[in-house]
């Protein structure tokens, strides 16, 4: 499914709870760059309770009270000191923690200068069991990935900065790209500002011989 342009049956599964944690880390993430979404996920929320009404009682799910509570206790010991990048301070909450997590937890991982990435882990997200991978991106302003093809989907939400590809305009912050398996892209960043990305890849990806879309690689 794509993100770029979320109908109420997206929102309606993410209230639902259906949609994976990854989808539902970004979809709202996006929201932060689009204050008039407040009004359909509104709809979504009363949609999924109307449904649960109209149900009749039902038992609660195992270990639901529990992840209610732990959420309750997150808010309370986000981690400190942990160097968050000031671009996520108008984020939702629940991206700056899965953030503050990874850094705690292993921290950002670079193999070419200009670029690095944070591997992070959405709670109960089965992407990573699935063979992809959730990741922050940051590259400083004018890199360019080397090109490579994916051989699942790729999803890439802009939080700072502006991505462009070949001779299209350049996304800016908010923008949501998304790559078919078997697409082939070499990302390039804006000039005038270093670029932050969430990146959701639902399976791996192969490079492209060097010079065909650029030199440079994060793997």
């Known amino acids: 499914m794509g993100l770029a342009d979320p109908d109420i049956e997206d929102l309606g599964s993410m209230a639902a709870g259906t949609l994976d944690p990854a989808f539902r880390l970004m979809l709202k993430t996006r929201s932060a760059f689009h ?3 407040s009004a359909p996920l509104l709809e979504a929320d009363l949609i999924a309770s109307a449904f649960f009404e109209e149900g009749g009682e039902a038992p609660m799910r195992g270990g639901a009270l529990e992840s209610v509570m732990q959420r309750v ?3 309370e010991r986000l981690p400190s000191g942990i160097g968050l990048p000031d671009y996520l301070a108008a984020m939702p909450y629940e991206l700056r923690y899965v953030v503050a997590e990874a850094l705690e937890r292993e921290g950002w991982q670079s193999k070419v200068p200009g670029q690095r990435a944070l591997p ?5 997200s089965t992407i ?8 922050l991106f940051e590259a400083t302003a004018g890199t360019r990935m080397r090109g490579h093809k994916h051989l699942g989907e790729e999803y890439l939400l802009v939080l700072k900065g502006a991505i462009s590809e070949g001779d299209e305009a350049p996304m800016p912050a908010g923008s949501l790209i998304f790559k078919e398996p078997g697409s082939s892209h070499a990302p390039r960043m804006a000039l005038d500002s270093d670029c932050a990305v969430l990146v959701i890849l639902t399976g791996g990806f192969e490079f492209l011989p060097a010079g065909c879309h650029g030199e440079s690689v994060f793997a």
């Open 128 to 135: 990573e069991k699935r063979g992809g991978s959730i990741l």
């Open 73 to 75: 206790d997150e808010v």
């Open 35 to 37: 204050p008039e979404a």
């Open 120 to 124: 992070l882990q959405a709670p109960s």
